[in-house]
């Protein structure tokens, strides 16, 4: 027991070396406050058990434990706040003075370990000889005690009358302890005897200044701001500690019965132990009962009576993933559930113009009655210029009260104690309904921040999902309408096809050679209309190439000879040097042909001239250029503008047809460019690949 109580001991003038960090008296002044929580018991102890049996061991650790209680003792009394004359004019100088005491105590304990100091015990009585060490350090007590009394004194004379009712019970703590140690001290420097009497007067003095002080400080929460323990640490020492108190009971039970030779009945000692420990099984498998003890601890110990960073980052957490309005009324359900100390939860999601609509499986009648809240309601009327309704308020504006009365049957059905709105940006995207707390506590500043915090968190997610969504249907609705212009174009070709061979019918139907040309543009038509449903997959993902090995010279040859054939008023002239063989779809290229030749018609006027050059370019590419006598190509338009989808710069263009053959250029992993010829006219210049595509299929 005795190197027990000297470890204690040591630890405890270890811990004031912490006061060093802090230069905020009020801060030193709360640890030094818990430190005493736990000397005094200890102390308390000690004097009643060595009073119980005097025994010569025992006395070293008893005033090795008076000096630290002491030391400590002056320490507080230095740090008491609201005190105008410090002890030491500069913090720097007490540091060093705690520091210096602090070693020199431990030296002294050291010392007294290896060498005890003087005493006799006669008669159940302590004999100190005069000026002794024992001595000494009865007089250190005694000038820690009057120190104390001195600060307490004029602490209680500064403080302001308002404020004296929070410190009462504290001041007559410290002036009982600091009385009855000076008692106590001052006996026994005057007649130098310690009788057992005195220490068991002493531990009942003790334990009621330390039942005192406790009750002061967790009733009027002095350590508000002063305890910067994190609450995951204190809820996850809380069933150790409870465990370790109730075998600490245990141990001084035993103690007291053989101190005064009392005797337990077998069966009702072992009977409780085990209650004992299915009491402490209960408070760790119940999560209501742990629920309560959290709840205390955070209203009772801290200034807030959340963690909101770490309410925040758990949200976050549960948040991530959520893509639907479901998921993220889950998480909000999740967070609200383990934070708020509440069963009964009610979330409606809607707008300010459709209303709201109570979301999750509602089997009650009372949530269907109440399942929909309109958007012209008194309640969504009022929650535009409140953060929240309080169903339990006592004291309420006009507003509120009336309010509480037209909904009266709303709030007492669906059990609701509060009424917050999810809002953002000014707009309410939802209401959060939450019932009484199961703790018996009330809805408080801590609860309406943090659901503000929590809302607004919320109130993002939900719109953000909205957005997507919304987002997600303008591009399906922009899809089909992408779809249905990209095929109208085709359509359209294939009518201007027909429509120029209407027109020049009169005046050559009697050619046999146009009646076959007509016919051939007739079936043209025809097949092209047919293959537009094959080709719808071109607005759906990538383009296939069906690949063959072509002269890509003749292709362009007798492509612009059909469309010759079919356009009187154009003049194509192909330029090509020689043979050049390629892997490509001669198809693709016979659309992005007439895409171009349709283009520069509609572009110019009767007459137009088309002149395609074919050249062989380093490597395995070759250019094709595409240049009209036309108008030329606005130069807001350029360099790429005009093959974005629906642009045009043609007074009946529809925008389609050079996009379609930029995606056809590309699927044939090619590049095609835009430019304005000097003088008058546009290029167009193709780059191709003369064996890669993107797919190679067929020969």
Same mark, same amino acid.
């Given at each position: 027991?005795?190197?027990?109580? $000297?470890?204690?001991?040591?630890?405890?003038?270890?811990?004031?070396?912490? /006061?060093?960090?802090?230069?905020?008296?009020?801060?030193?002044?709360?640890?030094?406050?818990?430190?005493?929580?736990?000397?005094?018991?200890?102390?308390?102890?000690?004097?009643?058990?060595?009073?119980?049996?005097?025994?010569?061991?025992?006395?070293?650790?008893?005033?090795?434990?008076?000096?630290?209680?002491?030391?400590?003792?002056?320490? @507080?009394?230095?740090?008491?706040?609201?005190?105008?004359?410090?002890?030491?004019?500069?913090?720097?100088? &007490?540091?060093?003075?705690?520091?210096?005491?602090?070693?020199? #105590?431990?030296?002294?304990?050291?010392?007294?370990?290896?060498?005890?100091?003087?005493?006799?015990?006669?008669? &159940?009585?302590?004999?100190?000889?005069?000026?002794?060490? @024992?001595?000494?350090?009865?007089?250190?007590?005694?000038?820690?005690?009057?120190?104390?009394?001195?600060?307490?004194?004029?602490?209680?004379?500064?403080?302001?009358?308002?404020?004296?009712?929070?410190?009462?019970?504290?001041?007559?703590?410290?002036?009982?302890?600091?009385?009855?140690?000076?008692?106590?001290?001052?006996?026994?420097?005057?007649?130098?005897?310690?009788?057992?009497?005195?220490?068991?007067?002493?531990?009942?003095?003790?334990?009621?200044?330390?039942?005192?002080?406790?009750?002061? #400080?967790?009733?009027?929460?002095?350590?508000?701001? =002063?305890?910067?323990?994190?609450?995951?640490?204190? &809820?996850?020492?809380?069933?150790?500690?409870?465990?370790?108190?109730?075998?600490?009971?245990?141990?001084?039970?035993?103690?007291?019965?053989?101190?005064?030779?009392?005797?337990?009945?077998?069966?009702? %000692?072992?009977?409780?132990?085990?209650?004992?420990?299915?009491?402490?099984?209960?408070?760790?498998?119940?999560?209501?009962?742990?629920?309560?003890?959290?709840?205390?601890?955070?209203?009772?110990?801290?200034?807030?009576?959340?963690? $909101?960073?770490?309410?925040?980052?758990?949200?976050?957490?549960?948040? !991530?993933?959520?893509?639907?309005?479901?998921?993220? #009324?889950?998480?909000?359900?999740?967070?609200? +559930?383990?934070?708020?100390?509440?069963?009964?939860?009610?979330?409606?999601?809607?707008?300010?113009?459709?209303?709201?609509?109570?979301?999750?499986?509602?089997?009650?009648?009372?949530?269907?009655?109440?399942?929909?809240?309109?958007?012209? /309601?008194?309640?969504?009327?009022?929650?535009?210029?409140?953060?929240?309704?309080? *169903?339990?308020? +006592?004291?309420?504006?006009?507003? *509120? !009260?009336?309010? @509480?009365?037209?909904?009266?049957?709303?709030?007492?059905?669906?059990?609701?104690?509060?009424?917050?709105?999810?809002?953002?940006?000014?707009?309410?995207?939802?209401?959060?309904?939450?019932?009484?707390?199961?703790?018996?506590?009330?809805?408080?500043?801590?609860?309406?921040?943090?659901?503000?915090?929590?809302?607004?968190?919320?109130?993002?997610?939900?719109?953000?999902?909205?957005?997507?969504?919304?987002?997600?249907?303008?591009?399906? !609705?922009?899809?089909?309408?992408?779809?249905?212009?990209? #095929?109208?174009?085709?359509?359209?070709?294939?009518?201007?096809?027909?429509?120029?061979?209407?027109?020049?019918?009169?005046?050559?139907?009697?050619?046999?050679?146009?009646?076959?040309?007509?016919?051939?543009?007739?079936?043209?038509?025809?097949?092209?209309?047919?293959?537009?449903?094959?080709?719808?997959?071109?607005?759906?993902?990538?383009?296939?190439?069906?690949?063959?090995?072509?002269?890509?010279?003749?292709?362009?040859?007798?492509?612009?000879?059909?469309?010759?054939?079919?356009?009187?008023?154009?003049?194509?002239?192909? %330029?090509?040097?020689?043979?050049?063989?390629?892997?490509? /779809?001669?198809?693709?290229?016979?659309?992005?042909?007439?895409?171009?030749?349709?283009?520069?018609?509609?572009?110019?006027?009767?007459?137009?001239?088309?002149?395609?050059?074919?050249?062989?370019?380093?490597?395995?590419?070759?250019?094709?250029?595409?240049? /009209?006598?036309?108008?030329?190509?606005?130069?807001?338009?350029?360099?790429?503008?005009?093959?974005?989808?629906?642009?045009?710069?043609?007074? =009946?263009?529809?925008?389609?047809?050079?996009?379609?053959?930029?995606?056809?250029?590309?699927?044939?992993?090619?590049?095609?460019?835009? !430019?304005?010829?000097?003088?008058?006219?546009?290029?167009?210049?193709?780059?191709?690949?003369?064996?890669?595509?993107?797919?190679?299929?067929?020969?």
């Amino acid at each position: 027991m005795t190197f027990l109580i $000297y470890a204690f001991n040591y630890t405890f003038l270890l811990s004031c070396l912490l /006061d060093v960090r802090f230069k905020d008296a009020d801060r030193r002044f709360s640890f030094g406050l818990v430190r005493i929580f736990f000397l005094i018991p200890l102390l308390t102890f000690e004097y009643f058990y060595f009073g119980v049996h005097m025994q010569s061991h025992l006395v070293v650790p008893l005033f090795f434990s008076e000096i630290v209680f002491g030391l400590t003792w002056i320490g @507080l009394a230095y740090n008491l706040p609201n005190v105008v004359e410090p002890l030491f004019k500069k913090a720097t100088l &007490y540091f060093l003075t705690l520091i210096v005491a602090i070693i020199s #105590v431990s030296c002294i304990g050291t010392y007294w370990l290896h060498s005890r100091p003087a005493y006799k015990i006669v008669d &159940y009585n302590l004999i100190l000889p005069y000026h002794g060490q @024992l001595y000494f350090s009865s007089l250190f007590v005694l000038i820690a005690v009057l120190v104390m009394a001195w600060r307490v004194e004029a602490f209680w004379r500064m403080l302001p009358l308002k404020d004296r009712w929070l410190y009462k019970y504290l001041v007559i703590g410290f002036l009982l302890i600091s009385g009855s140690l000076g008692w106590s001290t001052s006996f026994r420097i005057a007649y130098l005897d310690l009788t057992g009497d005195h220490l068991l007067l002493m531990s009942i003095f003790l334990l009621t200044a330390w039942l005192l002080i406790a009750y002061a #400080v967790i009733r009027n929460r002095l350590l508000n701001r =002063k305890i910067f323990v994190s609450r995951k640490v204190v &809820y996850s020492t809380i069933a150790p500690i409870t465990f370790a108190c109730y075998l600490i009971t245990l141990g001084i039970i035993s103690l007291m019965m053989r101190s005064f030779g009392w005797s337990l009945h077998f069966i009702l %000692q072992w009977l409780l132990i085990i209650a004992g420990l299915l009491l402490i099984a209960v408070f760790a498998l119940s999560s209501r009962v742990r629920a309560h003890v959290k709840y205390f601890i955070s209203t009772h110990f801290y200034v807030n009576k959340y963690e $909101y960073r770490d309410e925040w980052l758990a949200f976050s957490n549960l948040l !991530q993933g959520k893509l639907t309005e479901t998921g993220v #009324v889950d998480a909000l359900r999740q967070i609200l +559930h383990d934070s708020l100390y509440t069963d009964t939860i009610k979330i409606w999601l809607g707008d300010a113009k459709a209303g709201f609509r109570l979301t999750g499986a509602q089997d009650g009648q009372e949530d269907a009655a109440f399942s929909k809240i309109l958007a012209n /309601d008194p309640l969504i009327a009022y929650l535009k210029n409140t953060p929240y309704l309080d *169903c339990k308020a +006592h004291i309420a504006d006009s507003a *509120c !009260q009336h309010i @509480l009365s037209e909904k009266n049957d709303f709030f007492s059905d669906l059990g609701l104690a509060l009424i917050v709105p999810l809002t953002i940006g000014g707009q309410c995207v939802g209401l959060i309904g939450l019932g009484p707390e199961y703790t018996g506590g009330k809805y408080g500043p801590d609860d309406f921040d943090l659901l503000a915090a929590l809302g607004s968190q919320a109130a993002s997610a939900l719109f953000a999902v909205r957005t997507a969504e919304e987002l997600a249907h303008v591009r399906e !609705q922009s899809a089909w309408e992408t779809l249905s212009a990209f #095929v109208l174009h085709d359509i359209k070709n294939a009518a201007t096809m027909l429509s120029l061979v209407k027109e020049n019918a009169p005046r050559h139907i009697h050619n046999p050679e146009f009646q076959k040309d007509m016919l051939v543009s007739v079936d043209d038509a025809l097949k092209r209309m047919a293959k537009v449903q094959a080709r719808l997959n071109t607005l759906k993902g990538e383009i296939a190439p069906v690949v063959k090995e072509l002269d890509i010279c003749r292709l362009l040859r007798n492509c612009s000879q059909n469309l010759a054939k079919k356009l009187p008023d154009l003049t194509i002239d192909v %330029q090509c040097q020689h043979e050049i063989q390629i892997h490509t /779809d001669p198809e693709f290229i016979a659309i992005i042909l007439e895409n171009l030749v349709l283009n520069s018609l509609e572009a110019g006027s009767s007459g137009t001239r088309l002149q395609i050059k074919i050249e062989e370019m380093q490597g395995q590419d070759f250019l094709v250029q595409f240049i /009209d006598n036309g108008p030329g190509i606005p130069l807001d338009m350029l360099p790429d503008r005009l093959f974005e989808p629906f642009i045009t710069g043609k007074p =009946k263009g529809s925008g389609i047809g050079l996009w379609q053959v930029k995606r056809l250029v590309e699927s044939l992993c090619g590049k095609i460019e835009a !430019q304005n010829v000097e003088g008058r006219g546009a290029r167009f210049l193709l780059r191709l690949p003369a064996g890669r595509t993107k797919s190679n299929t067929g020969n």
